[in-house]
Each structure stands twice: as C-alpha cells, then as structure tokens.
C-alpha cells in the first residue's frame, strides 16, 4: 500500500518568513496534485505535477516534483495569514483514478 | 468552472436515524465520484468510488451496508448513512472526477454530521 507522508505535520509561523512542506511517497508517483483545505471547507486544488524534475510557482507558491517522481515539495515566499490552512498532497493511484491523501501540513501564519 | 456542491452543509440527527447526504457537479458531467471521510485534525479518507449507473465500490473496512451510494445521473451521487451513531459523527466530502480519463477531483465543500 503506498504511502503519502507530509512533514511537518504542523507549522506556526510569523507573517513574511519563507517555508517548505514535503511530500513523500514509499514508491513512484503517477502524478500528484497539492490541495490547500480551510476549517469546514472542501479542499481547492493548488497544482498538478506529472513530470519529473518539474517547477511550477503559483503567485507565491513554488511546487517542486522529485526527479524520481517519489517526492514534491511545496515552498510559500513570504507567507501572509491568508495562507493559513491545511496543505494536503494527494496522487491518483494508476488505472483507478482513486486518491491517496497525504497526512497533512497543518499551517498557521501569525499576523 | 468544475463546481461541486453538497447538501447539506451541516446536519445533526439522533442516533438510530438515518442521514442522506447530496453531491451535485453543477457544470459538469462526473462519470466517477468519490466519498471521503474526515476526522477532525486529520486528513482525507477515500470511503467509495461511485461510478453512475453501477454500484459503488468500497475501501476496505467501509461498511457497504451502512453508507449506502446511489449515482443515478452525472451529476448527482448520493451518500446515506444508515443507523447512524455517534461514531459516525465526521466531516464528509465528495468530489467528482473530470474531465473523463485526467486524475483532477474537484470537492465540494463537505457536510458536517453530528450524531447525537
């Protein structure tokens, strides 16, 4: 059974400081998505990556996908209180479309 | 686009009720629709693949009996918690895959169940 393991599991941190959340997996992904999800909500998908060695930034969000499509990591610039949430990774298990959730970054920016 | 929704939002029911939950794709078609679990402070739990106009299929350790599926269009799936206890008392949230043959979900905003 893979495994999806996100680390930190929780993180508190002043308003404009720089952090990296990762994702890593027990084999290789097919492709991982990055899901942010606030309290009472559903999650919202931030980014697909399929490719290994793969970058992709969103505003303030730099994903980045292992060479060897068994790890990605999420780095936010200069977070804002408006990045407060839950960080989920999640991949497709092949053939089935079936998602395997991460464990969880559970981000907190201080004002 | 790719709106989900779910209704309701919040629910509360006795113990021994039973508790229907509706997901709805409002602009597309969702062949496939999955049903998660989540328990406070923890993450995301796959429960079932509904796929429409065939019967659902669940984790293992998922009671088919218990949390009855019904996907009777493509655009709506149905989640029925039957006898509910209050161990049953979680975040549900539903997604719906599109378009056909990509891995992209997009959920919906989930549903509250408190039993009490």
């Not at chain 1, 997996?25 to 980014?47: C, K, T």
């Not at chain 1, 990045?83 to 092949?94: N, Q, R």
């Not at chain 2, 029911?13 to 229907?20: H, L, Q, Y």
């Not at chain 2, 079932?48 to 949390?67: I, L, P, R």
Request: proline share 4%.
């Amino acid at each position: 059974t893979q495994l999806l393991e996100q680390s930190p599991q929780f993180l508190s941190i002043q308003e404009g400081e720089n952090l990296t959340v990762y994702c890593n997996s027990s084999s290789v992904f097919s492709s991982l998505q990055w899901y942010r999800q606030e309290p009472g909500e559903g999650p919202v998908l931030l980014v697909t990556v399929v490719t290994g060695g793969e970058v992709k930034k969103l505003k303030r969000l730099t994903f980045q996908f292992g060479d060897a499509r068994k790890d990605s990591s999420l780095h936010i610039t200069a977070a804002q209180p408006g990045d407060t949430g839950l960080y989920l990774c999640a991949e497709a298990t092949s053939g089935t479309y079936k998602y395997i959730f991460g464990t969880g970054t559970r981000l907190k920016v201080l004002a | 686009g790719a709106v989900v929704s779910q209704h309701p939002s919040r629910v509360i029911c006795k113990s021994g009720t039973s508790v229907k939950i509706e997901c709805r794709s409002l602009d597309f078609q969702a062949t496939t629709m999955f049903w998660y679990r989540q328990f406070p402070k923890q993450s995301l739990m796959l429960m079932a693949t509904s796929n429409e106009g065939s019967k659902a299929t669940y984790e293992q350790g998922v009671e088919k009996d218990k949390f009855l599926i019904n996907h009777a269009s493509l655009t709506l799936s149905t989640l029925t918690v039957t006898s509910a206890h209050p161990e049953d008392s979680s975040f549900y949230i539903c997604s719906g895959q599109a378009p056909v043959g990509t891995d992209t979900q997009y959920f919906g905003p989930g549903t509250r169940l408190t039993v009490l």
